[in-house]
């Protein structure tokens, strides 16, 4: 039987801004990562999308972001909300709260580069 | 472009104990499936164990549970709480809350009956 490995999303979390966002795997699983982001502020620069190869799920779990996805309109996220960007689902963060640190879990399925699933 | 999918973990809650968690996926992608599960007081029988052969990382959202791993003590969990279950990892909800609704996500990974990863 293998451990199991725990840890919360709402530890270690910075007391001010950062100059970047950080990123943390906290599993990588044949065929899947999960990732905590950490944001103070940061967004997408002007005109950069992500446009993706694989399918990607995200869960704000704490503070505000507003999310711009290819063709609509500005989503507003707030804790618990979750989206789910199927492959090249063009998409940006036009903003994060600045008051405090926004956490999002992130689950990448079929990342390329990632383990491969055992099908 | 495939449109995005959008929810909240916090929306359509009980306001009362139900007989039974609610389960609903929201996300079935290659080799994994994601999943809301809402407890209102609800644990696992006495005696009974998951024993998945599939991986299993479970977020506590909102509420609270206790958590047992065979072997190990039992873990109590609050929001932003996250575990990763190993395939075979024995494990069991020994309480949820009782005051109201506990949330959880729960990313399964190479679950049978899934769909197949590409690879």
Redesign the interface.
């Known amino acids: ?11 270690g979390l910075p007391a001010s801004p950062q100059p970047e966002e950080l990123f943390t795997t ?2 990588a ?4 990562r ?1 990732e905590r982001i950490v944001s103070t502020g940061q967004s997408s620069p002007d005109g950069f999308w992500y446009d993706q190869e694989w ?1 990607e ?1 995200v ?1 704000l ?2 503070g505000s972001a507003t999310l711009q ?4 309109g500005d ?1 507003p996220l ?14 940006r963060v036009a903003a994060t709260a600045a008051g405090g640190p926004t ?1 999002w ?1 992130a ?1 990448h ?2 990342e390329p580069g990632g383990t ?4």
């Open positions: 039987m293998s451990d199991a490995l725990v840890g919360s999303l709402l530890e906290l599993a699983l044949p065929g899947v999960i399918d799920f869960l779990v704490a996805v290819d063709g609509e989503r707030s804790p618990g909300d979750w989206v789910l960007l199927p492959a090249r689902t063009r998409h956490v879990l689950v399925a079929g491969t699933g055992s099908g």
